[in-house]
């Protein structure tokens, strides 16, 4: 057998550094930009996601190690990998589970399976409440659905979500295990659902927003297998010679966006966009009005991002203003006939109201723009915090800044996976909507959280993260005064 | 902190006087809890300087450590602290009335229910400060793996006996202190800023004295001013004349008091120990006797106002009525006890050092389910914090303006009633949101259909309205009914069973003890963490720590 590389291939010829890896030396990456032999016209992204593809695979189904962890960049491809790993897996006689972490991502999987094999029999496990899984399912003929695992077994591929594989008991392990989202998963669900599987494959993105706990958790700090920390944390803690590979391009974010994500977020293993700039375009059939959401929405186009900035003010959580200047803007995203241009289809395709997301930090505050934007007559854009846009995409994405008006910047707020899930939902372009001021109060704030014993430190800290990204949108920044 | 008490915050600065935050009191105060007042030593970790302890507020018992870094003279006081708790420990331990509990059965595998005892009502300790619960922590920590001379004849350096007894004590009560809303170890300064909202900034809150003032202040000061004094002000000989709850105490204290008092005694103890004759050592203990008598009036006066501010918090407290659904904790509580009190009695070893895998997991999962049932219960209980939960939108009050009957559209019908409210309040209701009320004490849940015209919202209501095709009475509510909805349940789901420590799965570096646990238990595997908490194992007080590249550095 030819022994897979520890770490993913490296088709760009940049640092294979894996992410537990410590900072590249000096001059190992410069800004983003592209890397010593790794010029644009010799960078074939999708060649170098096939060779990343097919090692993992290798590693999956022929390598001698239990587990194996993919990091996956924003949009990198990581549902397209889960659904060929499972396949293949299939194909290969060894019966699969399936872990995911919402029934939103379950239900997305099974229909993303039986789109590529119609034929293969899927079960979904599902909960016991009222309509536990999307309809949609009942159409497909190979999908069996039941509340019991009992009622499964037998089927190629099993779904569900750790949740629900958690109270599952007394069945024959699986040989195999696909694991989704797994840094959104917390240690101690990975204890309940891990002695249902030999191996498995683990699948996420390092850089979004960790799970949390309600309650404190320090006194378990700095011990291997803390149940608060991530279950790939825990799973690399004690198995640390797993082969980890990590996806090299972001079939999502644009070109403009992807060097800033990559930067702010991902400055140690860094990725690359799958599409050239000039690509992707969004145009407007109706003129700018020389208003603050229409010259920030020009900016934007053109650009990639757009900043529109307030007047500097301390605010409760539930801005007025600035959620009236986020509703105001995707009013005018639809009432100027926004189109986008992709390498998805031969001409424009309009940006229609459910190609369009709103992104806040707090609850009440989606709340707030759910409520503005029904003031202002627009329905079916999507309204709601980080935790719930994680994994999901759309065109044109406008967001509440973190840090708008706040007075100070509490750990929450500055936490680099809320930001990163914030600025890389969209293919073509993000409008931030913020106070001025948030770079004074970040230097006001320096991190105070304490250094636990035993806890890798993870890089860019939310600080270094929040000053990266504003350099960058300050450059496209809209002075407004609503 | 919620808009509420942001709002009852700047109220309080505005009218200089400490606002309620709840109308009842959401904890249980024993009818006679155990107060300790502990003090350690500036500069050493853990090393205890006094006490006082007791459960009657005019005569505590006085504890001290004439020189803290003097270890014996340390486990003395330890042993003498042990005489001081764990008597009061044992009253609770034998009033017990019958329970059930279910539990799986050995050979079957299947639950079953159980008859066995629980105790009728629990010790309560209660500390100044939150500090004051970590020193407790602490304690336990270093005292439940000594060995006195019974327990191992060979030991160089025995402890007193029934100290390891008092440490696994005040380990069991640190921990229980982390899960929310339990009552068995406080905190004054937890208990008095759970109900009311002082206008100064939460760090300061947790200055007891400066949170008495702002709650009751003295004379016709305003609370604000009171507080102030209470912070700064000091006597002629530059001492505070309200000393800091402690554990840590002021350093002008340290320095102008307890430093000359501790080097006399030094130097008492030396004289002594160089005594020629007999009478000359009569004298020279005596002056010892004076020195330490000296230590012991200076802690005493230390440690009084403090004593009396505890009390003074627990009868502001007791003042309020106690919640409907804190009886329900208390239980809890008692279980605690209760299993606590069996695990010691069949002999099992003291808690481990680190939690193993699975019982991290256990415990944080109980802590975020009681976290979630003390949110909702407080809310439950008393209408000023439903009154903050309405206000960020996760409940609101309603009068009922008509009631559609409506089926089901199954096989068997069953009722679905259509129920359409008037509320004043904004509640963040979207498509599918569950909402819940109290009915008869359990939850009855509807979900969100639409909005009316006018704004009002409808709800179907989902269950608890029996099997049979119309509802049961007093199950649907009726036109002109006041209800108050949440947006939250009432009850925790339990969560999933884990796998027994012995099943540890290799992504948890499989069972403790076993090669691959990093970071746990010493190096030859005969780790602390072997086993749950005490279920194998004997010898779990253990070596010392692995050394590692950097003690040498």
């Not at chain 1, 990581?78 to 995911?100: C, I, Y």
């Not at chain 1, 109060?441 to 035993?454: F, I």
Request: aromatic share 4%.
């Amino acid at each position: 057998m030819t022994a897979p590389a520890t770490h993913g291939p490296d088709p760009a010829g940049r640092s294979a550094d894996g992410p537990n890896a410590g900072p590249p030396s000096a001059g190992g990456r410069s800004s983003g930009s592209a890397g010593p032999d790794d010029t644009a016209a010799g960078f074939d992204p999708g060649a170098a996601a096939g060779r990343a593809t097919d090692a993992i695979l290798r590693d999956t189904l022929h390598g001698p190690h239990r587990g194996v962890v993919v990091d996956s960049p924003p949009g990198a491809g990581k549902s397209t990998l889960v659904v060929r790993a499972a396949r293949e897996l299939a194909a290969a006689g060894r019966p699969l589970m399936v872990v995911a972490q919402t029934n939103a991502q379950v239900d997305d999987l099974v229909v993303r399976l039986a789109e590529k094999d119609p034929e293969l029999p899927v079960g979904r496990l599902h909960s016991n409440d009222p309509d536990p899984y999307d309809k949609v399912l009942d159409d497909l003929p190979n999908v069996r659905k039941s509340a019991k695992a009992a009622d499964l077994t037998g089927l190629d591929i099993v779904i569900s979500t750790a949740a629900k594989w958690a109270h599952v008991q007394g069945v024959e392990p699986w040989s195999h295990a696909i694991v989704d989202e797994a840094y959104q998963m917390r240690s101690d669900a990975l204890l309940a659902v891990a002695g249902l599987f030999e191996r498995a494959l683990f699948v996420g993105d390092p850089g979004q927003l960790d799970p949390f706990s309600v309650v404190g958790a320090d006194q378990w700090a700095g011990l291997s297998y803390d149940p608060s920390a991530s279950a790939v944390s825990t799973l690399l803690a004690h198995n640390p010679d797993l082969p980890q590979h990590r996806l090299p391009v972001s079939w999502r974010l644009p070109a403009s966006a992807a060097p800033l994500v990559s930067d702010a977020f991902y400055p140690y293993t860094p990725f690359r966009s799958g599409t050239a700039p000039g690509e992707r375009t969004l145009a407007f059939g109706v003129p700018s009005d020389g208003s603050g959401p229409d010259r920030v929405l020009d900016e934007a186009a053109e650009s990639g991002w757009g900043l529109l900035e307030l007047p500097a003010r301390r605010t409760p959580r539930t801005d007025p203003e600035a959620v009236r200047a986020v509703a105001l803007v995707v009013r005018r995203l639809l009432d100027r006939g926004a189109a986008a241009t992709s390498e998805r289809s031969p001409g424009p395709r309009p940006v229609t109201a459910d190609r369009i997301a709103v992104g806040t930090a707090h609850r009440d505050q989606a709340a707030a723009v759910r409520a503005a934007l029904a003031e202002l007559g627009v329905s079916g854009v999507a309204v709601d915090t980080a935790n719930r846009l994680q994994g999901r995409e759309f065109d044109v994405t406008v967001v509440l800044h973190p840090l708008s008006g706040r007075p100070d910047a509490t750990a929450f707020h500055l936490e680099t996976g809320r930001l990163c899930v914030l600025a890389s939902r969209h293919r073509h372009a993000c409008v931030v909507v913020c106070r001025a001021g948030v770079s004074e109060l970040l230097d006001e704030h320096p991190s105070t959280e304490p250094v636990q014993l035993g806890v890798t430190i993870k890089f860019p800290d939310g600080w270094e993260a929040n000053h990266a990204v504003l350099a960058r949108l300050s450059e496209h920044r809209v002075s407004w005064q609503p | 902190m919620s808009l509420i008490s942001t709002l009852a915050r700047m109220e309080a600065v505005a009218s200089g006087s400490a606002q309620p935050l709840a109308t009842v009191r959401h904890r249980r105060i024993s009818d006679r809890p155990l107060v300790l007042v502990p003090l350690t030593t500036a500069g050493e970790a853990g090393a205890p300087l006094g006490a006082l302890v007791g459960t009657e507020r005019d005569a505590p018992r006085l504890l001290t450590v004439a020189q803290p870094r003097d270890r014996d003279l340390r486990f003395a006081f330890l042993g003498e602290l042990a005489e001081a708790v764990l008597p009061y420990l044992d009253e609770y331990a034998d009033a017990v009335e019958p329970a059930e509990r279910s539990e799986a059965d050995p050979e079957t595998g299947k639950r079953v229910k159980v008859t066995v005892e629980l105790c009728a009502d629990a010790p309560q300790i209660v500390v100044p400060s939150r500090p004051g619960i970590d020193f407790v922590r602490l304690l336990g920590r270093s005292m439940r793996f000594r060995r006195t001379a019974e327990e191992d004849p060979d030991a160089a350096y025995p402890a007193p006996p029934r100290v390891p007894l008092l440490g696994r004590w005040l380990t069991h009560y640190g921990e229980r202190a982390r899960v929310p809303g339990s009552s068995l170890l406080l905190a004054a300064t937890d208990l008095l800023n759970r109900h009311w909202a002082t206008g100064q900034s939460s760090l300061e809150d947790q200055h007891l004295g400066a949170l008495l003032a702002w709650i009751d202040p003295p004379g016709s000061l305003s609370g604000a001013d009171a507080a102030l004094h209470a912070e700064l002000d000091r006597d002629p000989a530059g001492q505070l004349v309200c000393p800091p709850a402690g554990p840590a105490t002021d350093p002008a204290f340290d320095n102008k008091l307890l430093a000359p008092a501790v080097e006399a005694y030094d130097r008492a103890r030396q004289a002594l120990a160089a005594a020629e004759d007999g009478p000359r050592a009569e004298e020279r203990l005596a002056r010892l006797t004076a020195a330490e008598h000296a230590i012991r009036a200076l802690l005493a006066d230390v440690m009084r106002p403090t004593w009396d501010s505890v009390w003074h918090a627990l009868d502001l407290l007791r003042e309020l009525p106690e919640g409907g659904r804190v009886a329900d904790r208390w239980t809890r509580d008692r279980w605690s006890f209760t299993g606590h009190r069996d695990r010691v009695r069949a002999g099992e070893p003291p808690q481990p050092r680190h939690d193993d895998a699975v019982t991290a997991a256990q415990k944080l999962a109980s802590r975020e389910s009681a976290q979630g049932q003390l949110e909702a219960q407080e809310a439950l209980d008393d209408p000023l914090v439903l009154a903050g939960r309405r206000l960020s939108g996760e409940a609101f009050l309603s009068e009922v303006t008509e009631v559609v009957m409506a089926y089901s559209e199954s096989r068997r019908p069953s009722p679905r009633p259509l129920v359409t409210v008037r509320t004043d309040d904004r509640p963040q209701l979207g498509e599918g949101v569950k909402v819940y009320r109290s009915l008869d004490g359990k939850p009855q849940s509807a979900e969100f259909v639409r909005y009316e015209e006018d704004g009002s919202p409808v709800l179907r209501l989902t269950d608890r309205m029996g099997r049979a095709k119309d509802p049961a009475p007093g199950s649907v509510p009726e036109k002109g009914d006041r209800i108050a909805w949440t947006l939250f349940e009432h009850d925790q789901r339990g969560g999933p069973k884990l796998p027994d420590p012995e099943d540890t799965p290799w992504t948890h570096g499989g069972p403790p003890g076993a090669d691959g646990t990093p970071g746990v238990g010493a190096p030859d595997g005969s780790g602390a963490a072997r086993g749950s908490y005490g279920r194998t194992g004997t010898d779990a007080a253990v070596g010392p720590d692995p050394m590692t590249e950097e003690d040498f550095l």
